[in-house]
């Protein structure tokens, strides 16, 4: 871990939808930490789902995304990159990613939650390794960055908040394992999160 004289604009978006959280949440909930036995049992619960609905091939309205998603959870919950869901995540997360240069224009494709968390999965799994997936995905969310500075379905104008999200954790976890993210693509985001935020204090789907 290091220390930077200047918080980076990524940094500041991620440390911002944190504190907006933090503020949101219950101060109950503030009690558990994710070491708490209640909280572990919620985790092993959800593994032996996650573990029991394994199949092969895309599942559901996601497609690929749902696999990925299913493996990289069970890698952050359990560290094992050798377990056959994450392995198979691994695959289809490095295929997706090499065929990203096909997808320009999908209407309500989800693929931009698809590739987000693809990123994420491969820079979790073995950064090195997949350096240059990682370097594919970064340029193909800066080719995709809507002219003020969102991010959502292809095809359309509009940006979507919850893609949004999607593409500003892929690109952190890209960060942290020591890619360069480009600070304007970063800062537009910003822009654009503060331009579409509601006199309510929320945001909403489009914008």
Request: charged letters at 20%; one cysteine or more.
């Amino acid at each position: 871990m290091h220390f930077r004289k200047s918080i980076h604009p990524l940094t500041q978006c991620v440390l911002l939808a944190f504190v907006l959280g933090a503020i949101a949440r219950p101060a109950q909930a503030q009690s558990y930490s994710p070491e708490h036995p209640k909280v572990q049992a919620m985790v092993d619960r959800g593994l032996q789902f996650l573990v029991g609905t394994d199949r092969e091939g895309p599942r559901g309205e996601y497609g690929s995304g749902e696999t990925i998603l299913v493996g990289y959870t069970i890698l952050k919950a359990t560290g094992d990159v050798d377990h056959p869901q994450v392995k198979a995540a691994i695959d289809e997360a490095a295929r997706l990613i090499n065929g990203l240069s096909s997808m320009r224009n999908s209407g309500e494709s989800k693929i931009v939650y698809e590739a987000s968390i693809a990123a994420v999965l491969l820079a979790t799994a073995d950064p090195g390794k997949y350096q240059s997936h990682l370097q594919i995905a970064l340029g193909w969310f800066e080719s995709i960055q809507k002219n003020h500075g969102g991010f959502g379905y292809l095809g359309r104008p509009t940006g979507d908040t919850s893609q949004v999200q999607y593409v500003m954790l892929a690109l952190w976890t890209m960060e942290e394992v020591g890619l360069d993210i480009p600070a304007p693509m970063v800062e537009s985001t910003i822009r654009y999160l503060k331009a579409t935020l509601d006199p309510s204090g929320g945001w909403g789907y489009q914008g």
